[in-house]
């Protein structure tokens, strides 16, 4: 049981780093962004190029890959996503998912459509309360719960977390005080977009790279979001972990039912809770 709870907390920690950024994108855009899955995939994919050439090192090659996604999210959200904020959340589906197809198109004439496994970086196991776990696991588990500290001091004690929070409650009022709300909603795009690829990494080796596997994850992601609430980081945070539980625990024992679980939890959140856009 206890492998079992920590593959949930594995799976967990990915989510948060995909629905953070979900979640910041539509507290303050009020855009639902499916190219969020896109920039997850084209990370792992960046990881799978880099490591031939960096002599097999993980870590170094996953900090490039990520970086190498900030031109790509960057374009999407000056060219596409700026053009649809103050609009019906219906166009940002729209563009945003053609953006993913294009984009997975793409993949596939680059890379194939073939699944590439990757290797444990560290290959090595620790031992607690008698369970042989994967390092690599504990360190991604480890990694989510830096990054949420980190998350939290940045919107808590910077001027331009300090706006980004602001913009969650009000942008309008935040607009009127001259500042170009605009620039800091790019910011915070790319920003989302950099943890959203830093997990499409970070899970490469657990399972496949392929030009769909941001889809399945992304889905689970905005499930998340709804249930820990929009742009709230802390729910966000809660969320993540509960539901990569609730996969985990029932995937033991009902196979692929964990998944439905997801979405069963989010459709209550929707009706304790329902969203206004």
């Known amino acids: 049981m206890l492998s079992t709870i920590a593959y949930g907390l594995t799976i967990g920690a990915i989510l948060y780093l995909v629905s953070v950024g979900l979640s910041l994108t539509f507290g303050t855009m009020r855009i639902v962004n499916f190219a969020h899955g896109l920039i997850y995939t084209i990370g792992a994919y960046f990881l799978l190029t880099l490591l031939p050439f960096a002599g097999g090192h993980f870590f170094l090659c996953a900090a490039a890959a990520v970086l190498l996604t900030i031109p790509i999210s960057y374009a999407v959200e000056r060219f596409v996503v700026r053009r649809l904020y103050g609009v019906s959340i219906d166009y940002a589906i729209i563009a945003t998912y053609a953006v993913v197809l294009i984009g997975v198109d793409l993949i596939k004439w680059i890379w194939g459509a073939t699944p590439k496994p990757l290797s444990d970086p560290i290959g090595t196991e620790i031992s607690l309360l008698g369970v042989t776990l994967p390092t690599f696991r504990v360190v991604i588990i480890g990694l989510a719960i830096v990054l949420a500290l980190a998350l939290w001091l940045f919107f808590k004690y910077t001027v331009v977390g300090k706006i980004v929070v602001a913009s969650l409650e009000d942008k309008d009022a935040v607009r009127s005080l001259g500042i170009d709300v605009d620039r800091y909603f790019c910011y915070v795009f790319v ?25 399945m994850t992304l889905l689970i992601s905005f499930a998340v979001v709804i249930v820990g609430g929009l742009g709230n980081l802390k729910g966000t945070f809660i969320a993540s972990f509960a539901l990569g539980l609730l996969m985990a625990i029932i995937g033991r024992y009902l196979g692929a039912a964990s998944e439905t679980a997801v979405f069963v939890v989010m459709i209550g959140a929707l009706i304790l809770k329902p969203i206004e856009v």
């Open 191 to 215: 920003l989302g977009s950099c943890l959203a690829a830093l997990g499409g990494v970070l899970y490469a080796p657990i399972t496949s790279v392929n030009p769909y596997m941001g889809f």
